[in-house]
């Protein structure tokens, strides 16, 4: 697109309403703009019920915990983000990230914020423990070491308190699945924003892994994740929007919000070769089924 289309920051209009009724297994609505009660009011008006608000840092997650507990439709998981991890024990002297430059915290600083993330995921309200896991496109060889202890935590803790894992999986597919493995995974493990082939998605489902599907599935250049999509068994797929990223096509970079999860739908049932209530029907069970709520 033009960078002068004035359409480019503009919300997409709402999809044709889905018939029966899924979740948004993904979003940050604290990163989007408008307020909570349209967010979920513009998505219930599409048959978006129920959205899963996912925290990226001690902020974001108490956030998540306090919204998950104001409004019925929405679930929280609570986590320190692959990216967050390395950010709290080394600095951020660019400040980058959205909360600005940071002064290096050591390993102390990393547990302080583990046992605030383990108190978080005691709540009720909160139904999954992530994002976490591993991502070696934004951190680099420095900060490998304290992303992977970090996602080993986040696994104990999902594991004692009984909740679902939520995996973020960029490039780095071959060592998330070795942890899971070392660690021993959580009954109820979602590969959020699931980037692997068919090949993994055959792991996944023979571990019983849910994936769940993103509007980069409708990207052109992503027929590894269509193929993904035409492999995994129905009971373990779910769709998400991880929004304000991700944007389904036909409006790809303009911004994400859970509303769109129709687009995302409809792709996903055309993949399989299924009628759209019927895949509707399974997304809705499993992700209710994947955050026991
Ligand atoms: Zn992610
Ligand atoms: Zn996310």
């Not at 400040?95 to 290096?104: D, I, V």
């Not at 046992?115 to 420095?142: H, M, N, S, W």
């Not at 995994?232 to 779910?238: F, I, R, T, Y």
Request: glycine letters at 8%.
């Amino acid at each position: 697109m033009p960078s002068n289309d004035p359409d480019k920051n503009a919300a997409p209009p709402l999809p044709e309403p889905l018939r029966v009724p899924v979740a948004d297994s993904h979003t940050h609505l604290d990163m989007q703009s408008g307020t909570v009660e349209e967010a979920l009011a513009k998505a219930a008006s599409v048959g978006v019920t129920t959205v899963v608000q996912v925290g990226c840092d001690l902020k974001g997650s108490r956030w998540a915990a306090e919204t998950a507990a104001a409004y019925d439709a929405v679930h929280a998981t609570v986590a320190l983000h692959p990216n967050e991890a390395p950010r709290i024990v080394h600095g951020d002297p660019d400040g980058w990230s959205r909360q600005g430059a940071r002064e290096p915290g050591g390993q102390a600083a990393l547990d302080e914020a583990l046992a605030e993330i383990d108190r978080l995921a005691a709540l009720e309200q909160v139904k999954g423990v992530g994002e976490t896991g591993l991502d070696y496109f934004r951190t680099g060889p420095e900060g490998m070491e304290a992303q992977e202890r970090s996602f080993r935590a986040h696994i104990e803790i999902a594991k004692r308190h009984g909740k679902a894992l939520v995996i973020h999986d960029r490039d780095a597919h071959a060592d998330v699945l070795r942890v899971l493995k070392e660690e021993g995974a959580p009954e109820r493990t979602v590969f959020h924003c699931y980037s692997g082939d068919a090949e993994m998605a055959e792991i996944c489902a023979s571990a019983g892994y849910f994936m769940s599907f993103a509007g980069n599935v409708t990207f052109k250049n992503a027929q590894n994740l269509r193929d993904a999509v035409a492999v995994a068994p129905l009971e373990l797929l779910l769709v998400e929007t991880d929004a304000p990223f991700l944007t389904p096509v036909p409006y790809r970079g303009r911004p994400n919000a859970p509303y769109l999860v129709p687009l995302t739908v409809r792709a996903m049932a055309a993949v399989r070769g299924i009628d759209e209530d019927a895949l509707a029907t399974a997304l809705g069970a499993n992700t209710a089924r994947a955050f026991g709520y």
